[in-house]
């Protein structure tokens, strides 16, 4: 099971950090990521994190601005987003899948969380 939190509403400019906490599975050997979803969009790939080296991936949109980190001891996968833009408003879905090689496409992923929702206002 993967729970997402850290969703909220917050300036253009902003910052907020999400954490995705994985429970009921081995989940520490598996490649994490984020998507996330606008309305009336489809489901876009926001970051992922591979689970040996912690080699990372990013949409070209968020480059610079976002942060994906994982702590293994934990369970628990973060995604530090900053220098927020209306544009990112969404709902924000962690995913956990076998292979990095998955990412970024969203109809291969093994699981995903709930989301939560981030709302930047401009």
């Known amino acids: 099971q993967l729970q997402a939190s850290g969703g909220g509403v917050v300036q253009a400019g902003g910052s907020l950090r999400l954490s995705c906490a994985a429970s009921g599975g081995t989940f520490s050997t598996y490649a994490m990521g984020w998507f996330r979803q606008a309305p009336g969009k489809e489901r876009e790939f926001v970051a992922a994190?591979?689970?040996?080296?912690?080699?990372?991936r990013y949409a070209d949109s968020v480059k610079g601005r976002f942060t994906i980190s994982r702590d293994n001891a934990k369970n628990t996968v973060y995604l530090q987003m900053n220098n927020l833009k209306p544009e990112d408003t969404a709902v924000y879905y962690c995913a956990a899948d076998r292979s990095f090689a998955t990412y970024p496409v969203a109809s291969g992923v093994d699981y995903w969380g709930k989301g939560t929702l981030v709302t930047v206002s401009s």
């Open positions: 994190i591979s689970w040996r080296s912690g080699t990372t």
